[in-house]
């Protein structure tokens, strides 16, 4: 996960490709060839803690405040606003499990499309997405779309179980078809709660 040992810019001293700084010169290094788990310390995986994510992001970016940059080079400013641009990126697709789980098949050399709405081969999520559909366009009061929305968060999180034993268990093709049908349920989920706030302003 960390790579090679590679030189650095300023002083030629031994880096690892996460490393933020120089431990020889002190100067801030750019950001090196590594995953997004890589980048943040963390352990290659679906499952991965909330809190660990945000301590090791935040704790990061703290190390890469502008203010901490003041008086360095243009070089090294320039350097340090290309890390916290990397460790941002990390950030945001490892805390979306949407992304995570479809960052992770990338990885593994799979590529599965979570922002178009492209053909799906699976006739059981067909189906299901097609029921969920039809409850929705049916619903008439907020008591039916909260019933929908729980329905659809407990699918949510019940994927989330199973996407982490399917990479546990190296079953892409299983992670794959999770990763497709997550991206519904949130689609589901995003045009329930938009229903419910048109009803809500409705006063039905």
């Not at 996960?1 to 810019?9: D, E, F, H």
């Not at 945000?54 to 890469?64: C, E, I, K, N």
């Not at 990397?86 to 979306?96: F, G, R, S, V």
């Amino acid at each position: 996960m960390s790579g090679a040992i590679v030189p650095c810019w300023s002083c030629k001293g031994p880096i690892s490709p996460r490393a933020l700084f120089c431990s020889t010169c002190g100067a801030v290094q750019p950001p090196g060839v590594i995953d997004h788990f890589g980048r943040l310390g963390l352990r290659r995986s679906f499952a991965i803690d909330p809190a660990d994510l945000d301590r090791q992001y935040f704790g990061l970016q703290r190390r890469l405040h502008p203010d901490r940059f003041a008086t360095r080079s243009a070089k090294e400013r320039a350097l340090s606003q290309q890390q916290a641009t990397a460790i941002n990126e990390a950030y945001e697709t490892l805390k979306d499990p949407l992304k995570r789980a479809a960052y992770l098949l990338r990885l593994a050399g799979r590529v599965v499309d979570i922002d178009q709405a492209g053909t799906v081969d699976d006739p059981a999520l067909l189906m299901e997405a097609m029921e969920m559909r039809e409850a929705l366009a049916d619903a008439t009061t907020l008591a039916e779309l909260n019933e929908l929305m729980a329905t659809a968060e407990a699918a949510v999180g019940d994927c989330h179980e199973a996407l982490a034993q399917a990479f546990v268990d190296d079953d892409l093709d299983g992670a794959g078809k999770l990763t497709t049908r997550l991206k519904y349920l949130g689609k589901m989920i995003d045009e329930t709660r938009s229903r419910k706030v048109g009803m809500t302003r409705q006063g039905l």
